[in-house]
């Protein structure tokens, strides 16, 4: 299993302003993926982050607006840049577990309200 | 990826049986079919996964049809924990197909 923690928990930001969300694991994991929940919404991959290299970015998520670091086997950010009340969602980091399922573990999510 | 169809909602009393069907007649024959479920205010946990075969395990049971084009999630006692927003997906097995498309989901109240 993966214990992962997300920073801020939640936050109100001021349109055109920008967020760093931090995901942090208890384990080496080689790939960390960024989700999107819209209000009453499912979930929607934004990109998925290997140490080492670019983020893989999905159809409709661009770098410029959403760029990722992933320094480091444990750790990644995800910014929202230039916000606007349309980003208001809850953003979600999740890793792929090493083990005989694959499935994925997920983070708690990160609250965003843009005014 | 293959598509799945679930109902939007279902309900359940607390102690009974529920039975989730989904609907994914496009599969493939390296697709595994995956449940996960998500808590309110929660991120999503996985539940079960299975290929061909019925599995179980300590949290649900999965029941494959034969042709595999539609598969049921089982809990067997609900309890009103278990009220959750419940996604059935298709994964390729084929090795690097990392991504989760999570559907709609069915949304799942347990009655007390």
């Known amino acids: 299993s993966a214990v992962i923690s997300q920073k801020p928990s939640r936050d109100i930001c001021q349109r055109g302003t920008s967020l760093t969300i931090q995901c942090q694991v208890d384990?080496?994991?080689?790939?960390m993926f960024w989700y999107r929940q819209q209000p009453g919404q499912s979930l929607t991959l934004i990109a998925t982050?290997?140490?080492?290299?670019?983020?893989?970015?999905e159809s409709g998520f661009v770098i410029d607006k959403f760029p990722i670091s992933r320094p480091n086997l444990t750790f990644s950010t995800l910014t929202v840049s230039n916000m606007s009340p349309e980003d208001s969602s809850i953003y979600l980091c999740s890793v792929e577990a090493r083990g005989p399922f694959n499935e994925q573990f997920f983070g708690p999510g990160t609250r965003l309200t843009v005014l | 990826d293959a598509k799945t169809t679930q109902p939007n909602s279902m309900e359940s009393n607390e102690e009974e049986p529920v039975h989730l069907p989904c609907n994914h007649s496009t599969i493939s024959g390296t697709d595994y079919i995956h449940w996960y479920r998500q808590l309110p205010s929660q991120g999503p946990e996985y539940v079960i996964h299975g290929l061909t075969s019925n599995v179980n395990n300590r949290m649900a049971s999965l029941a494959i049809a034969e042709d595999r084009k539609s598969s049921t999630l089982i809990l067997h006692r609900a309890t009103l924990r278990d009220a959750a927003v419940y996604y059935c997906?298709?994964?390729?097995?084929?090795?690097?197909?990392?991504?989760?498309?999570f559907g709609k989901g069915t949304l799942l109240t347990v009655n007390p």
């Open positions: 982050a290997n140490q080492g290299s670019e983020a893989t970015y």
């Open positions: 997906i298709l994964r390729d097995g084929g090795g690097s197909n990392y991504k989760l498309t």
């Open positions: 384990s080496q994991v080689t790939m």
